[in-house]
């Protein structure tokens, strides 16, 4: 069956370096979305790509948050500096196309600031 | 801001035990509810998507049902098993310009002690 790929699945770094996600959707899903989880609360939307564009990017804190889907296909959220209030679940997630389609999600990267 | 609770923020049943949760969302502005599953250490796992008011859904021991009008969805689960716990979370899809973005509640944590 085929999965959202999501690396690394944990990384520890400290505030003030910069840190990359990597996400793979599944193979032909045009809509590409990137959540964060901070502890006991539900994901949170940061950006949303319909192939190569942005859709959604409303939630991104773009002072140090960047995200990139060049080829409408894998996609790489980027944090510089990171900070202390960072620390969350990255969650990756696509779905065939916009609207009540299910969003498959990737088992996320776990970041820690220190 | 859309609000989206979920209640109870955690569960602890016996194993065969019968139990449910809420999630309340926005009645206005309705395109679709969302469950998700979600285990420690993997993928969020999609359980159900909802877009009509009166909707039931069932997957196995599990099953949902949908009121739009007064804006609330339950989760069932019938006959508990250690294996169903995990985080079950719901997610709103308000559509129009916000079309394909989920909205998500907290989470209920349920623990099925055998």
């Known amino acids: 069956e085929a999965e959202v790929a999501q690396s690394p699945r944990y990384k520890i770094t400290e505030k003030s370096q910069a840190v990359a996600f990597w996400c793979d959707p599944i193979s032909g899903h045009a809509t590409l979305y990137w959540y964060r989880q901070i502890l006991g609360q539900g994901p949170e939307l940061l950006v949303q790509f319909q192939d190569e564009s942005v859709v959604d990017d409303s939630q991104l804190p773009k002072d140090r948050f960047s995200a990139e889907r060049l080829k409408g296909v894998d996609s790489t959220l980027k944090i510089q500096p990171a900070e202390l209030g960072d620390s969350a679940m990255y969650l990756c997630a696509s779905s065939l196309e916009l609207g009540t389609d299910t969003q498959y999600f990737g088992p996320g990267t776990r970041l820690t600031v220190l | ?114």
């Not at chain 2, 997957?59 to 949908?66: P, V």
């Open chain 2, 1 to 114: 801001i859309l609000n989206v609770e979920q209640s109870p923020q955690s569960l602890h049943v016996q194993e065969g035990d019968s139990t449910n949760f809420t999630c309340s969302f926005p009645s206005s502005n309705f395109y679709a509810l969302h469950w998700y599953r979600w285990e420690t250490a993997k993928s969020p796992e999609a359980l159900f998507v909802m877009t009509l008011n009166g909707d039931e859904k069932k997957k196995g021991r599990i099953s949902a049902t949908l009121n739009t009008k007064e804006g609330y969805s339950y989760l069932y689960i019938k006959g508990s098993q250690p294996e169903d716990s995990a985080t079950y979370l719901c997610a709103f899809n308000a559509g129009g310009t916000s079309y394909g973005k989920l909205t998500f509640g907290q989470g209920t944590i349920l623990t099925v002690h055998p």
